[in-house]
T-cell receptor, first 116, second 112 residues
Framework: DSGVTQTPKHLITATGQRVTLRCSPR?????VYWYQQSLDQGLQFLIQ???????AKGNILERFSAQQFPDLHSELNLSSLELGDSALYFC???????????????FGPGTRLTVL | GQQVMQIPQYQHVQEGEDFTTYCNSS?????IQWYKQRPGGHPVFLIQ?????EVKKQKRLTFQFGEAKKNSSLHITATQTTDVGTYFC????????????FGKGTKLSVKP
């Protein structure tokens, strides 16, 4: 158990809909990262938040957005869903804003999103 | 864009055989991390390599970072069924502010 929690575990929805995925980082970690894992694309970094502020952006679509709240939990919002958005969405947390010698990312169990 | 190529995509071994997965980048990496993801599980951090030519060992696992910091390898000696899973490398470019770029992983299966 990494200490990172994600809800829900599974989500099934239809094309065009909007969903929200939730992540609670490990106690004391200030950074939250979101990743998308699909069969053909592997693990894709989407976005990072540190202490409530957006820190880095990866391959995140404009239909997707995220935020980190004062209690440090984060939400990833996916809208106008398409079939291709079906994937595992992981969040990870770390204590650091910047990578350093001790940087480690602790992954949550993931949310499996299925778009029908 | 920046890419980390990882080979092979799949590896099937008999228990007791060795296993190696390789990662390559066309440009220099700041550091590289390795993760293991068990079937149905989430990626778990194994190690980070930072220095040119660095070699680190964890029991039967040996991690290497190339002299030019463009490639890395993970070698498992005498595989066991508990080694089953997908091994990912993740390279960081652009110093401490760069994002992690994951390879597509090597899926290891071990036949008892």
């Amino acid at each position: 158990d990494s200490g990172v929690t994600q809800t829900p575990k599974h989500l099934i929805t239809a094309t065009g809909q909007r969903v929200t995925l939730r992540c609670s980082p490990r106690s004391g970690d200030l950074s939250v990262y979101w990743y998308q894992q699909s069969l053909d694309q592997g693990l894709q970094f989407l976005i990072q938040y540190y202490n409530g502020e957006e820190r880095a952006k990866g391959n995140i679509l404009e239909r997707f957005s995220a935020q980190q709240f004062p209690d440090l939990h984060s939400e990833l919002n996916l809208s106008s869903l398409e079939l291709g958005d079906s994937a595992l969405y992981f969040c990870a947390s770390s204590p650091y804003a910047l990578a350093g010698v001790g940087d480690t990312q602790y992954f949550g169990p993931g949310t499996r999103l299925t778009v029908l | 864009g920046q890419q980390v190529m990882q080979i092979p995509q799949y590896q099937h071994v008999q228990e007791g055989e060795d296993f190696t997965t390789y990662c390559n980048s066309s440009t220099t990496l700041s550091n590289i991390q390795w993760y293991k993801q068990r079937p149905g599980g989430h990626p778990v951090f194994l190690i980070q390599l930072v220095k040119s030519g660095e070699v680190k060992k964890q029991k039967r696992l040996t991690f290497q970072f190339g002299e030019a910091k463009k490639n890395s390898s993970l070698h498992i000696t005498a595989t066991q069924t508990t080694d089953v899973g997908t091994y990912f490398c993740a390279g960081r470019y652009g110093g401490s502010q760069g994002n992690l770029i994951f390879g597509k992983g090597t899926k290891l299966s071990v036949k008892p």
